[in-house]
């Protein structure tokens, strides 16, 4: 009787270590992730990738996830503390705007992880960020604009007027400069996001002063510069997402930016405890910044272009073009 009274216990709790061990499992599998975003899932740009990103955790992450599109200003914060009161391990602020709201309620939530995106903030404990190089992105989008202009006037247009579509200008600038430093460079910032008209206007304007290539970083608004490009017989180059197919007749390249792989791996970090929260920058060395051209218009830019793009990429992969000090230079 004592032995089987003793196989039963043994039963009992082998039972129990075993559905203890499939409950953590599954607790682990089921990470919980929220996203806000500014703008549509559907915008083709920036804030599409970030709900790609979301798609990606909860197919290969079995994510339980949830998400909020179109978020202003005044909502931030609340936004990002109903999310955390709800029980999500993970909370992800789409952009520089979400910056000091989630220093503020990381405080108030320290279990409950924050990812900013698109700044420097962190606290070193649950709020961390990450960026992609958009010094890296201008330069690469400057540059094929230089190799491709027969005017020598080449421009840039950018939405609002905040860190990273700064940075994304100046780098621009540079690469334009890098290769020509007698071109003659436009820029401007709307101060808007989603006004697609103000975006057309501004690149007719540069068109009209004889840019004849025209770059865009200003997320939904940037189809009004693919646009005015098609009516006006020029060329366009995107920013962190390609619409290749929507505008085949004026997007001849992009300056792409993953942003879905950059938040799925730190989810995916979050999610095994390997995460450290802090400032991360990703480049083309990490994979996440690239440069594309149109398979559209592929056969419009000549091969010599193609390749000088492929060095200079090395050269950024590498740092033997440092665009910090390269900016500097300017």
Known sequence: ???????????????????????????KENIKVALAITGSKTDGGWNQTAYEGLV?????????????ENVNASNYERVLRDYAKAGNDVVIGHGYEFSDAAMAVGVEYPDTYFIVTSTTVTNEKNVGSL????????????????LMTKT??????????????????????AGAKYINPNIKVLTASTGSFDDANKAKEQAIAFINQGADIVM???????????????EKGVWAIGSIAAEYEAYSKSLIACATADMATALFQTIEQINNGTYTAEFKLMGVKQGIVDFTFSPVLDSQIP????????????????NEIDMTKLVLEQ
């Open 152 to 173: 020598n006037v080449v421009a840039g247009v950018g939405g609002m007027e905040i860190p990273p579509i700064v940075n994304d200008i100046k780098g621009f600038i």
């Open 216 to 230: 865009v970083d200003a997320d939904h608004a940037g189809r009004g510069v693919y646009v005015a490009a098609e």
């Open 1 to 27: 009787m004592m032995k089987k009274g003793l196989l039963l216990v043994i039963v009992i709790f082998a039972a129990f270590v075993s559905f203890g061990c499939e409950d953590a499992a599954e607790k």
């Open 56 to 68: 990606q955790m909860e197919e290969k992450l079995n994510a339980k996830v949830t998400y909020s």
């Open 131 to 146: 960026n992609n190089n958009y010094l890296q992105a201008g330069f690469l989008q400057g540059a094929f604009a230089a």
């Open 303 to 318: 091969s010599d272009v193609k390749d000088k793009i492929a060095e200079l990429k090395e050269m950024l992969a590498s």
